[in-house]
């Protein structure tokens, strides 16, 4: 039986759903998430640790690359005060609420390609590891905390809740909502109607291990959204996304390296800064070798609108080319059964449909290789 996930390759994916005239309305998304927007979360989503993230976009440099046609521009800060929203509409609870907000503060710009230039493709969590210390060390962050008698040890961590977040497959508010928009703008593959049916199906149930999850009522919103999500999931895990964050990884260090950019501008600067530095940089009348490499890497990225598939890495000195096992981003959610309020079982425990299709997600391979011809900053796009 062939893999579902087989006939998707990038341009059918890009080609599948046409671009919507309608802009991204964030006031209309946040209503579906939650009617009453929380008066409280206003005065931490201005705090100066939170505006950061404005700058820093949830798609991990993809809005930067010819190679992506990425539909609008969604922020770290918009995700989360999504996830905020999410948890307070599920829990009505203020600390897991802000423990939710609070959960990327430590975000770099291009977001996961830190990972990727720590080595960490695979899980994607070595940018958490400052959370902690950035939330504890902001006074104004604890004043609030205080003001609205949060002890600050009780939000710097929103793995302890499991509504707020939980591992793979489970659903969690943060899985819920980078999924919604990483669809509404990589390939146009949610409507805001299929959004507010799969959303308002949501209810909490209990796990396996008697733990609270969000699930759904009903197997035919869970497979909606489980078919959704793994298409997602699977274009995070094409040769396209891993070469391109792997990319722009290296054009940091190399960056670095160069005294292009400083380590603390990644947390300091928003993408469209760092990208101004770059191309000041290489926009000087002479570059040495190294820079001509650096500036042919950068363009290469800016300008690349394809990628070759490849068993075998192609000549170094005409291509760049990654090999890599990325983090597999995809759920089996709990779907309500019996007439007993919370008892649930996995999708794929009472769907066909969607046991294929997590079986074809967790088995589908890209080729060994993708590359891409390296386009000097003098050459017009291939």
């Known amino acids: 039986m062939n893999n579902y996930f087989e006939k998707y390759d990038w341009q059918t994916i890009l080609n599948e759903h046409p671009q919507s005239e309608k802009a991204f309305n964030i006031e209309e998304y946040y209503k579906i998430l939650c009617p009453e927007f929380p008066d409280f979360l206003e005065k931490y989503i201005e705090l100066p640790i939170m505006q950061r993230l404005s700058g820093i976009g949830l798609l991990c440099g993809t809005d930067w690359t010819s190679l992506y046609k990425n539909r609008f521009f969604y ?3 918009d995700h989360s005060v999504g996830v905020a929203l999410i948890i307070w509409n599920f829990t009505k609870d203020k600390t897991q609420t802000i423990a939710g907000l609070l959960h990327d503060v430590s975000t770099t710009v291009f977001s996961h390609v830190s990972d990727f230039r720590k080595g960490d493709a695979l899980t994607q969590t070595s940018t958490e590891e400052p959370t902690t210390k950035m939330i504890l060390s902001d ?15 009780d939000v710097v961590d929103y793995h302890i809740y499991p509504i707020a977040d939980n591992e793979i497959p489970s659903l969690s508010a943060d899985r819920l909502e980078y999924m919604y ?6 390939d146009g593959s949610w409507t805001f109607e299929e959004i507010a049916k799969t959303y ?10 008697n733990k609270e999850e969000l699930g759904f009522k009903t197997i035919e919103m869970a497979e909606l959204y489980c078919k959704k999500f793994c298409m997602i999931g699977h274009i995070l895990q094409l040769n396209e996304n891993k ?29 469209s800064k760092i990208i101004e530095k770059i191309e000041s940089f290489i926009s000087k009348k002479t570059l040495s070798i190294e820079e001509q490499k650096f500036a042919t890497m950068y363009n290469t990225f800016r300008k690349m609108t394809k990628v070759e598939h490849a068993n075998q890495k192609l000549p170094e000195d005409e291509y760049f080319c990654v090999s ?17 309020s919370q008892q649930a079982k996995r999708l794929s ?28 900053p003098t050459q017009t796009n291939l």
């Not at 308002?200 to 291990?209: A, H, M, Q, R, S």
């Open 75 to 77: 922020s770290r800060l």
């Open 139 to 153: 006074s104004a962050l604890c004043k609030l905390l205080k003001s609205d008698g949060i002890e600050p040890k």
């Open 181 to 186: 928009p990483s669809g509404l703008a990589l």
């Open 200 to 209: 308002n199906d949501l209810i909490i149930l209990k796990n396996e291990e």
């Open 243 to 271: 070469l391109s964050l792997q990319l722009l990884s290296q054009i940091m260090s190399k960056a670095v390296e160069l005294n292009v950019l400083q380590e603390e501008d990644f947390m300091t600067l928003s993408e």
């Open 324 to 340: 890599l096992k990325v983090k597999q981003r995809y759920i089996n959610p709990l779907v309500k059964v019996g007439t007993n």
């Open 349 to 376: 425990e009472v769907s066909d449909f969607a046991n294929k299709l997590i079986k074809d997600f967790l088995e589908y391979e890209d080729t060994k290789f993708g590359c891409v011809r390296l386009i000097p």
